[in-house]
């Protein structure tokens, strides 16, 4: 790769955009998920270092689902390459449609989605960052998933606690087409980005916390004056 196409791609780097929510005992769970717990052992300044432990489910807060959440042969988190978990991706809006309607094929045609392409849907939701907890979000229809795996998308996000229901979900992760729910795209202005959501390497695990990231395409960094 020639110099300047290198500090280019750095450049692209340097400007994360966070879509993970921060976890903390007020996050929004799904109905009957464990509750956070965040416990310090050992605290500053009687101690000679602060030392917490946490417990959580996975699917707490900004997390990816696996194949093995629904099918009991499907992929494990520790069974698939992080090559999986990253691409280009492009960030839809949806925050005119009606809570409760579902998103459907119609919703989705309007937009120029290829093959390959991380499909994240910005919501209702995240005109409330805040109230991510409440469980009336918008979800995906059978109609909506069936055009995504038709399109060979190669994953899916939203900012609400779920894609939709477990039939949804098994259309889905079926096609190994994994899941990213709980992502926070408040900010996030709808267009092309390059997106990276590492899951932690859980041992068997049906899904994972991620610290989910975007990354600005180069036109909006290219600007910005590299002091190298
Ligand atoms: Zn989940």
Do not use: W
Not at 1 to 18: C, T
Not at 25 to 53: C, R, T, W
Not at 120 to 143: C, R
Not at 185 to 213: Q, S
């Amino acid at each position: 790769m020639k110099e300047d196409k290198l500090i280019e791609f750095f450049l692209v780097l340097m400007f994360p955009l966070d879509i993970t929510q921060t976890i903390n005992e007020q996050i929004g769970l799904y109905p009957g998920d464990p509750p956070f717990k965040q416990e310090f052992h050992l605290k500053l300044p009687q101690n000679e270092v602060n030392l917490s432990s946490i417990s959580m489910g996975v699917h707490t807060g900004t997390h990816v689902d696996v194949p093995f959440h629904f099918f009991e042969t499907g992929k494990k988190i520790t069974d698939i390459p992080l090559s999986k978990f990253q691409g280009m991706s492009l960030v839809i809006e949806m925050v005119e449609s009606p809570v409760g309607e579902g998103i459907s094929s119609h919703h989705l045609e309007q937009y120029d989605i290829k093959p390959n392409d991380i499909i994240l849907i910005k919501t209702k939701n995240s005109l409330f960052p805040s109230i991510v907890s409440e469980h009336k979000e918008l979800f995906l229809t059978k109609n909506g998933a069936e055009f995504l795996i038709e399109k060979k998308i190669k994953a899916i996000g939203i900012d609400c606690l779920s894609i939709g229901d477990s039939n949804i979900h098994k259309l889905l992760l079926k096609k190994e087409i994994f899941i990213y729910e709980s992502l926070d795209l408040h900010k996030i202005v709808p267009n092309r980005y390059l997106f990276f959501g590492f899951p932690l390497k859980l041992e068997g695990a049906e899904g994972a916390p991620v610290r989910a990231v975007l990354f600005q395409p180069l036109e909006d960094t290219s600007k910005v004056s590299l002091n190298l």
